[in-house]
């Protein structure tokens, strides 16, 4: 073997060099997202003055002070505090309206410049993508954990006051999440915000609130009136492949499975069974829980709405009165 052959550049390897293609899509979606999320110190009213509430994290919606975080993170009456950027602003907000049962809630801070998140769209998501999760875990401001996608369409169960529903195609991820990243932003390689944390169900599992349809609708209904009217009709489900001959006929390849359905229901006195595949809701195809999520917004409260079904090799239509969901 020559000399020249075994001969090694002297020269170090650059920064940028030394990062691999993993590191280098970490680190860039991290200085395009990190000035867009808060750190939240919440406070409560007490008989000593405002004391501490909670601690969590935030995502700029607008230049114009309209942040989005996590409902359980600033839930509770009278709730205010301060919110901190990691260019070391530290600014007051106000909790525009919540809705327990997506977990999202829109604040508004005292101020007019702040860096927006571009917002994603979690339906393109695919298990095993790489995701960056940017909050505060424990105060520490603008950490960053970075993982894959480890499954779609789970259901978070959310409560708010004896109103018990599932929130719908939840994200689960490996990226680490800790006390106070809740209310921080689930972000992909681009740097799009597609979901926001939410909980901690055990070591090494995250979930997140997907950015969808039916989120921008509740985002934009919190932004607009502080609250939000929906209807229900009582059933939690999945989406299933159909049958093949089911598939020839409706030229789809999958349905809603209902996988339960609450007592005292529109569901239940319309007939609606565990193991139905709804084919169509209000004649528009469905084959994932956001599908029928999407058409349960105010218009619908007390409104017939036709359902065509699948039950076993029987093809059903039934018809359904949506109720306003009550908290």
Request: aromatic residues 2%.
């Amino acid at each position: 073997m020559s000399t020249t052959t075994m001969e090694r550049d002297p020269t170090p390897p650059t920064e940028e060099q030394a990062l691999d293609a993993y590191s280098r899509i970490v680190v860039g979606v991290a200085e395009r997202v990190s000035g867009s999320i808060g750190s939240l110190r919440v406070m409560r009213r007490g008989r000593g003055g405002r004391v501490p509430a909670g601690a969590g994290s935030a995502v700029a919606l607008t230049p114009d002070g309209f942040m989005l975080t996590s409902a359980h993170v600033v839930s509770g009456p009278g709730r205010t505090g301060r919110v901190a950027f990691v260019d070391g602003r530290e600014l007051g907000f106000e909790v525009v309206g919540l809705d327990r049962l997506s977990d999202l809630a829109v604040l508004r801070v005292d101020g007019d410049d702040l860096t927006p998140a571009d917002l994603g769209e979690a339906e393109r998501l695919r298990v095993g993508q790489l995701v960056v999760a940017i909050g505060n875990p424990n105060g520490f401001a603008g950490s960053v954990t970075a993982g894959v996608i480890s499954a779609l369409g789970r259901s978070l169960p959310a409560r708010s006051g004896r109103t018990m529903r599932y929130i719908d195609n939840v994200i689960q991820t490996d990226a680490a999440l800790n006390p106070g990243n809740s209310g921080g932003g689930l972000v992909d390689s681009v740097g799009r915000v597609v979901g926001i944390n939410t909980a901690v169900a055990g070591v090494g599992l995250g979930l997140a609130v997907p950015i969808n349809a039916a989120t921008r609708q509740i985002i934009g209904a919190l932004m607009r009136d502080g609250r939000v009217r929906r209807a229900y009709i009582g059933i939690a489900g999945g989406p299933r492949p159909l049958p093949p001959q089911a598939r020839i006929r409706v030229g789809r390849a999958a349905a809603l499975e209902v996988v339960e359905v609450a007592d005292g229901s529109p569901a239940q006195r319309a007939g609606l069974r565990p193991e139905d595949l709804i084919i169509e809701l209000g004649d528009r195809p469905v084959e994932r829980a956001d599908d029928v999520q999407r058409l349960m917004n105010e218009a619908a409260i007390n409104r017939p709405l036709s359902v065509r079904l699948l039950r076993g090799d029987r093809w059903l239509d039934l018809e359904i009165y949506p109720q306003e969901l009550m908290e």
